[in-house]
């Protein structure tokens, strides 16, 4: 499952590794934008097989942040 941003933004922090376990609701990556974080949760319950985004990267809406299966 692909796990997107919800706007646009700056990749503030990222909560997870690849690998690692995450629960449904379980914040994977945090987002800034216009000074506000915004907490991009796993929507299932998985393993993260892949990050495609580091701290600091900036997104669009829509972009692929981690897969999570």
Do not use: C, H, Y
């Not at 995450?22 to 319950?45: F, N, R, Y």
């Not at 701290?55 to 972009?63: M, P, Q």
Request: no cysteine; glycine share 8%; net charge negative.
């Amino acid at each position: 499952m692909e796990l997107k941003a919800s706007m646009a933004g700056s990749v503030w922090k990222v909560n997870v590794n690849q690998g690692d376990s995450v629960s449904e609701g379980q914040d994977v990556v945090i987002l800034e934008s216009m000074k506000m974080e915004i907490p991009i949760p796993a929507e299932i319950t998985g393993t993260v097989q892949e990050l495609r985004v580091a701290e600091g990267d900036f997104v669009n809406e829509g972009d692929v942040l981690a897969i999570i299966d």
